[in-house]
Each structure stands twice: as C-alpha cells, then as structure tokens.
C-alpha cells in the first residue's frame, strides 16, 4: 500500500507562489508516475499535471501551462508543484496521486492513478 501526504498548501494572494510537496512511504517510489489533481468547490476533480518515473517526461493542463512546474526527487521520495503566479481560479483542494501499474509513463487519465493523498487546500484572494 502507498501512502502519500501532501504539505505546503495556504492562502496567498494573486500573483504570489507555493510550493506542494508529496511524500510518498513506498519503497518503489522511482518505479511509477505521479500526477497533481485538484478540486474546487462544486466542481470535479480536475487534472493539473502529471511526471513519469525519472522526471524526464511532463505535461500539464493548459490552465497551468508556463505557471506551474512539476518535479520529483526519488533519493527524498518526493514530488513537488511549484505554483507561481497563482489566480483566483486556482483555489482548489489539491491532491498528489500514484500510478502504479502503468510501467512509470506520465499520464493525464485520473483512473489510471490507484494511490491518493488527503489534499491540501490552496486558497488565492484576489
């Protein structure tokens, strides 16, 4: 089983930054893909970026695209989302996801990651 716990998220106003991290407790954390989600209130969870095993490979929806950075540190078990010049909409619950069984590819499709963590909210005031 992998757990994952995300940290980092608060309130910020427009235009600032954060930075999420997500610890993963599995041993084989270097093996398979991660992804960042969130949801807003009222909303679905949506994709907001996803990486493949080494880092090599990212991608990112187009409301995130050239603001957000996705990496990862295997040696630490970690991934981060780098957030800066946040806006209003991105107020979100954000999660940290495990894709598993995928063979490590970077992918968009939520239902292919079976491992989630608790969310951490991100609020922005404008």
């Known amino acids: 089983q992998v757990q994952l716990v995300e940290s980092g998220g608060g309130l910020v106003q427009a235009g600032g930054s954060l930075r999420l991290s997500c610890l993963a407790s599995s041993r084989t954390f270097s093996t398979y893909a991660m992804g960042w989600f969130r949801q807003a209130p009222g909303k679905e969870r949506e994709f907001v970026a996803t990486i493949n095993w080494s880092g090599s490979n990212l991608y990112y929806s187009d409301s995130v695209r050239g603001r957000f950075t996705i990496s990862r540190d295997n040696a630490k078990k970690t991934m981060y989302l780098q957030m800066n010049n946040l806006k209003f909409e991105d107020t979100a619950v954000y999660y940290c996801?495990?894709?598993?069984?995928?063979?490590?590819?970077?992918?968009?499709?939520?239902?292919?990651?079976?491992?989630w963590g608790q969310g951490t909210q991100v609020t922005v005031s404008s």
């Open positions: 996801a495990a894709a598993v069984n995928i063979g490590g590819m970077a992918t968009t499709n939520r239902h292919d990651y079976v491992h």
